[in-house]
């Protein structure tokens, strides 16, 4: 059987426990695909890399006003979560790419006195104009107003605040869909069979397996920061060995769960081996790596991708991801020090990419589950909404701003009320910009945001 009759069985065999609008939009996914995406649609070679920020960075403290002015400003709504402005390393835009607000902004110049860096990294790759800023994103079904969200006339994702909620939406972009598809497995599913000669699955998550990339046919592969994942707990005994792969012989097994289980067992078998083997084979890096979490896993991701033609991949989605940054308290000691890891991984990540050659065939993306409150709490800030996100990559229009920069007014008119910034950019927005830069006709982008009619803009035109 061939991989799209597989596909079309898969999908109307799954019709009858799904919800209207996940059949339909399966449906419509299926009939894309097979007219528009197949095994030439792409001769070239694209990835995305989604940097997650787990707990809700407050990215009001991540760029900030430099100029007097706008400085001021800041600080009062800020109070005691204020960061000195001479503490400050000037982003500066290109011609015609300043901040909406007319303001000057800078990124932070030090951590701690065993820190010189701070976020230096990203400050040279927007100068250089390898890096954007996209201002006040966040989860939206349609733009809102601060009038009507106070009077409750607008609809709004599920459970505004909450860290799950929010994390997940993020990641789906999407509400009403029994499978909760993430936006990244949906592009997965439509674009499948632009990898005819793949050995492992397009989406590749870091660690654990992700919101974003879960798809309806495609797989998802977990890859460790230090290579892909072994049932080394049966490999170093022969016989544990043999018994154990006898019991999980797919042809063995009566039930559908069992044989299910069996066949993903042997699939991430073949999936480590095809990695490992590529990896074994491969030269190392030369690009330094800095020795934190988040530069681990992209220096991982730089290997994968080193061995792209060796796993048989013209088109990759990557989730790499840290934590630690819900700051109730401790905001201005602990968020600046995950603030440079962030900065150095991603600078040497983007180093990598030039090492490579295929530094504008790369694009990596930051999100988080939302901002924080513009207010502060004491020691911190709470739970917010929308916030600033950067764009790294040889093909973003970068050293440039784009979306609305926020009034940093408590109680202004951007603030829902409580601190809380309302977004002016929609992670549909975003997201459908970097899926048409990876291959996504424009014709298709509906099919996988379902909201981005709502939204003036369909591109945001960061990328080239």
Not at 265 to 287: I, M, Y
């Amino acid at each position: 059987m061939k991989r799209r009759e597989f596909l079309r069985n898969a999908i109307c065999a799954g019709l009858g426990g799904a919800g209207l609008y996940t059949a339909l939009g399966n449906l419509r996914l299926l009939q894309a695909a097979t007219s528009a995406y197949g095994p030439t649609a792409f001769s070239d070679y694209k990835a995305l890399v989604c940097v997650f920020m787990f707990g809700g960075n407050d990215a009001l403290n991540m760029a900030i006003p430099r100029d007097n002015a706008h400085y001021t400003q800041y600080a009062n709504a800020r109070a005691t979560l204020a960061v000195p402005q001479a503490n400050l390393l000037p982003l500066t835009p290109q011609a015609g790419g300043g901040a909406s607000d007319g303001a000057d902004y800078g990124l932070q110049k030090s951590t701690s006195d065993t820190d010189a860096i701070g976020m230096a990294g990203l400050q040279q790759l927007f100068n250089n104009g390898k890096a954007a800023l996209l201002g006040n994103v966040g989860t939206l079904i349609r733009p809102v107003t601060k009038a009507e969200f106070q009077n409750g006339s607008a609809p709004l994702p599920p459970q505004l605040f909450s860290h799950n909620d929010q994390q997940s939406y993020w990641q789906v972009s999407r509400t009403g869909d029994a499978q909760n598809l993430g936006w990244g497995g949906r592009i997965a599913d439509l674009l499948h069979d632009a990898n005819p000669d793949a050995f492992i699955p397009m989406s590749i998550s870091l660690n654990f397996e992700s919101a974003l990339e879960r798809a309806a046919n495609s797989n998802q592969y977990v890859v460790g920061s230090n290579g892909p994942r072994y049932f080394s707990r049966f490999e170093w005994n022969s016989d544990s060995r043999r018994a154990f792969l006898k019991l999980m012989d797919p042809g063995t097994k009566v039930h559908a769960f069992e044989r299910s289980f069996a066949n993903s067992f042997h699939r991430a078998r073949e999936n480590a081996d095809a990695v490992g083997t590529a990896l074994d084979a491969s030269q190392p890096l030369v690009t330094p790596f800095p020795d934190n979490g988040l530069a681990r896993q992209l220096k991982m991701v730089a290997r994968l991708i080193k061995v792209r033609a060796e796993l048989g991949l013209k088109r990759q989605i990557y989730f790499v991801s840290m934590g630690g940054f819900d700051h109730h308290d401790r905001l201005l000691e602990d968020q600046p020090v995950l603030l440079s890891e962030m900065s150095q991984a991603l600078k040497a990540f983007y180093d990598a990419t030039v090492e490579l050659g295929v530094a504008n065939n790369v694009t990596a993306f930051t999100a988080s589950d939302f901002g924080r409150t513009l207010s502060s709490n004491g020691d911190g800030s709470d739970h917010g909404w929308g916030a600033h996100h950067f764009v790294v990559g040889g093909a973003v229009k970068g050293g440039r701003f784009y979306g609305r920069m926020p009034a940093l007014q408590n109680n202004g008119p951007d603030d829902a009320g409580w601190g809380q910034i309302i977004p002016t950019t929609s992670v549909d927005q975003y997201a459908a910009t970097l899926a048409r830069w990876f291959g996504v006709a424009d014709t298709d982008l509906d099919l996988i945001f379902p909201n981005l009619g709502n939204f003036a803009s369909r591109n945001l035109g960061f990328m080239v």
